[in-house]
């Protein structure tokens, strides 16, 4: 498939597994944690595990070779639905909300502006 996508859930919903096989990833995986979301175990390399939050570390598979790829994918997909369902839910989404993941970005800030008018 190319082209755009109005929208992904449908396309997680009939899915059984995620994969990310990004060599290079940068910032937080959000394609990752919206499959995780919509209830699929994920297979990912190193360099996407690594900008993942920690609640979500559970629902991940890490492989960084095709090799280890395949047999990691395999493996989940082996899995009944429902087990695939249960390494999903391991990660605690509840805990990922704008508001506690700004909060140190808030506090940073908020420091920074009282050095600023501090130094002055």
């Known amino acids: 498939m190319t082209g755009d996508v109005e929208t992904v859930q449908p396309y997680l919903w009939d899915s059984a597994v995620s994969i990310a096989p990004l060599m290079t990833a940068r910032g937080v995986q959000t394609k990752v944690l919206e499959a995780i979301a919509a209830g699929l175990p994920a297979v990912v390399t190193s360099a ?19 090799g280890d790829f395949a047999e ?15 390494i999903a839910s391991s990660a605690d989404m509840r805990k990922l909300t704008w508001e ?3 909060a140190p970005l808030h506090a940073l ?11 002055r």
């Open 48 to 66: 996407v595990y690594d900008g993942l939050p920690n609640e979500t570390l559970s629902a991940c598979r890490v492989a960084d070779t095709t």
């Open 109 to 119: 800030l908020t420091d920074a502006a009282s050095t600023r008018v501090a130094a």
């Open 72 to 86: 990691a994918t395999l493996a989940l997909l082996e899995l009944s639905g429902a087990e695939r369902r249960r």
């Open 100 to 102: 506690s993941q700004l």
